[in-house]
């Protein structure tokens, strides 16, 4: 039964992948991804009850380990990879226009959709269950492999250009941390760890008060430095605002959603080890300067953004440094609240980014400034764009007020009033940008110019799921029940 | 075994100035066979750590090694590289004296900076170490200094294979898991730079990263 829930989101994603592989991209196939994305989902669950009554599960030695945060992690993909996967058929079949008639190329170009998102979903499980250093660094460069041509899919030059950048920049932030992972492997074999423990994530916490300090510094900065590049943090967050502004929409939505956090719990478990060594100012004072550079990149590249899907690259930038100096405070109430922001910043960023691709679609531009009077011509669009961008904004009900006034809170309460202070002045600016610019495409004369609307520019099938889901943020944000004990355990397991 | 580190010195300072040799030449061509000289030196280093300290797998390990990195990876860029003149670096942001200043310098920096290491470890091998480290380092200069995209892969891959040599100065090879799935993502990762690298070829004329300029704020 364990080895079935700990393979189970591995292998149905490959398998959807061969599916698409062997028959391409039809009706009867268009909806393997979706199917692969709800077995991911049921799994999470699974796992995460399992895990909470019988504590982590093993496998395969340790290379797969699911704990609280790997379920949680799991939960996440399998939401927004069913968000993606259901909206990838329209997204597909208006990507090529009513006048496209490129039959052969297309099928080609939607094969290789079909099977590298559903690769992309298993590279994506796999780091988050991997319970190895070895295992993490190959599935995390396994996601910069297999999403290289889903970011250049279109092939124009600006997506292939954001392709190439995409892979350098990532390429380059991993072989740091696989430096890094190399040096604290070093450290460990030196202090006595077997080889096979020496990657390990629990054993090298366990035997961390072995390891040497000054090496241990030297890893973990490599390593953060590294990990960070894939979780959109300064320095090497170059690659973030190209990719997701080139990707076709539902892949944009798994980047920002879940691709991101994946990164960003390796750099976690990174803490966990080194600050048993080195105490946590270390990695406070790295994290804290990332997360704070990230805000403050985010928030000035806002100001004067032209382009929407770029706009919300910066933003999903703007949170992952918020959710970073959450880390750096590090306090169990900081850790609840990063990981529901995680969530709740990932379903809605998810639902913005699907419905750019409607409104990309509908008015042929990702230009702020030729896109005006949606409101007026397409109700239903820009009111799901309206209500994901004011719970990216972090206005009540939806769970990011929650999750940014326990943040602020937990920032208060750990003495690091100046560094929060700072991180949420970068916010109301990024907020003031975020709404000049939204309101710029939203309200206006719908006379003054724009096209007519298109009429179904949103069936029923597409607005379901990304109704409910901000239905959903709305949910966690008052009551966070369902996934509440399995973050507070999550939270908890960075205190041994 | 003082034979023994000798070999392994000659080795790596092959390894180095394999690298510095990248740097100061400007033909891709040329970079091409030295990056296959570099795998094979690299191969060496695992072969005379595995028969110092007999360990057999090792000897395994650089066959790979000398596969991949001295024969598969160079063949792949000398397939990229266009009969035409201008696959030159004809205009490097850094002169090449300037060039292999600063590599003098990062090696400097690389002594400095694995110090730490180096006296944890306190092996023969591992006094080899900052050779690796050096290497590491001057693929990234080259990546931020060239603007040809064949010359950011071969930055790259100087990158890699110098923390593949800190792997086996340090801990004699990461487990052999763990190595199999880096040499398979290294090569999947450059057939992707290498595809995308026809893509703008026929998109571009060239492949310039100053043609680069769509994407901007």
Not at chain 1, 86 to 97: D, E, F, I, K, V
Not at chain 1, 238 to 265: E, K, N, R, T
Not at chain 2, 114 to 137: D, E
Not at chain 2, 168 to 196: C, N, T, Y
Request: aromatic share 6%; glycine share 8%.
């Amino acid at each position: 039964m364990n080895t079935l829930l700990l393979l189970t989101p591995l292998v149905a994603p490959l398998l959807a992948a061969l599916v698409y592989a062997a028959f391409g991209w039809r009706r009867a196939t268009a909806h393997a991804g979706t199917a692969a994305a709800a077995l991911i989902l049921a799994d999470g669950i699974a796992l995460a009850v399992r895990v909470m009554r019988h504590g982590a599960i093993d496998l395969l030695g340790g290379w797969l380990r699911a704990d609280p945060l790997a379920a949680f992690m799991l939960m996440g993909i399998g939401t927004i990879a069913l968000l993606a996967a259901a909206s990838s058929p329209a997204y597909l079949a208006a990507a090529h226009g009513p006048d496209a008639d490129l039959g052969q190329i297309n099928a080609a170009a939607n094969r290789r959709y079909g099977a590298l998102v559903a690769c992309f979903l298993a590279a994506m499980s796999a780091g988050a269950l991997a319970g190895n250093l070895g295992l993490a660094w190959i599935a995390i460069e396994a996601t910069t492999i297999v999403t290289a041509f889903l970011v250049g899919h279109t092939g124009t030059r600006a997506a292939v250009e954001a392709a190439w950048k995409y892979t350098v920049i990532c390429s380059v932030g991993i072989a740091l941390a696989l430096l890094g992972i190399i040096v604290l492997y070093a450290a460990a074999r030196h202090a006595g760890l077997s080889e096979s423990a020496a990657l390990d994530y629990r054993a090298l916490a366990a035997h961390a008060h072995a390891l040497d300090p000054a090496v241990t510094r030297m890893a973990t900065a490599l390593m953060i430095l590294g990990f960070g590049a894939k979780a959109g943090l300064a320095p090497l967050h170059a690659w973030l605002p190209d990719a997701h502004s080139q990707a076709p929409a539902p892949v944009s939505a798994l980047m920002s959603g879940v691709l991101l956090p994946v990164a960003f719990i390796q750099i976690l478990r990174v803490k966990a080890i080194a600050d048993q060594v080195l105490g946590a100012g270390f990695t406070r004072a790295l994290l804290l300067t990332m997360g704070l550079s990230a805000l403050a990149l985010a928030a000035l590249l806002l100001i004067a953004q032209r382009d929407y899907k770029r706009m919300l690259a910066y933003s999903t930038m703007e949170h992952m440094g918020l959710v970073t100096v959450g880390a750096a405070i590090g306090t169990r109430l900081a850790m609840a609240a990063v990981f529901l922001h995680i969530a709740g910043h990932g379903l809605a960023k998810a639902v913005a980014f699907i419905t750019s691709g409607h409104i990309q679609h509908a008015e042929r531009t990702t230009r702020i400034d030729q896109v005006k009077a949606l409101a007026a011509r397409q109700p239903v669009v820009a009111g799901i764009f309206a209500a994901a961008l004011l719970a990216l904004l972090g206005f009540p009900p939806f769970s990011l007020f929650a999750s940014e006034l326990a943040l602020a809170r937990a920032g208060f309460a750990a003495g690091l009033g100046w560094p929060v202070a700072a991180a949420f002045t970068l916010i109301l600016i990024a907020l003031a940008a975020l709404v000049t610019h939204t309101a710029a495409m939203l309200l206006g004369n719908p006379e003054g110019g724009g096209r007519p609307a298109a009429p179904d520019a949103l069936n029923l099938t597409a607005r379901t799921p990304l109704i409910t889901a901000l239905v959903a943020v709305g949910a966690l944000g008052i009551t966070a029940w369902p996934i509440s004990s399995l973050i507070a355990t999550a939270a908890q397991a960075g205190h041994p | 075994m003082s034979g023994d580190a000798e070999l392994l010195d000659l080795a790596a300072g092959a390894f180095l100035l394999a690298a510095v040799g990248v740097l100061w030449r400007r033909d891709l061509t040329a970079q091409t066979s030295l990056l296959a000289v570099q795998g094979f030196a690299l191969a060496a280093i695992a072969v005379i750590l595995g028969a110092d300290q007999a360990h057999p797998e090792l000897y395994a390990v650089a066959a790979g090694v000398g596969v991949l990195r001295g024969a598969v990876l160079p063949a792949l860029m000398r397939r990229a590289i266009s009969a035409r003149a201008t696959d030159r670096e004809t205009r490097p942001l850094m002169n090449v004296g300037a060039s292999l200043l600063s590599a003098a310098a990062l090696v400097l920096l690389a002594y400095a900076v694995s110090q730490p290491l180096v006296r944890l470890l306190g092996t023969a091998s591992a006094r080899a170490l900052p050779m690796g480290l050096a290497v590491a380092l001057i693929g990234l200069l080259i990546l931020v200094t060239r603007r040809k995209a064949l010359s950011q892969i071969t930055g790259f891959l100087l990158l890699d294979n110098g923390i593949t040599a800190i792997a086996f100065l340090a801990a004699a090879g990461v487990p052999l898991l763990v190595e199999l799935g880096v040499s398979f993502d290294l090569l999947l990762a450059v057939l992707v730079l290498r595809v995308l690298t026809t893509r703008m070829r026929a998109l571009f004329g060239d492949t310039d990263l100053d043609d680069l300029r769509e994407l901007h704020d």
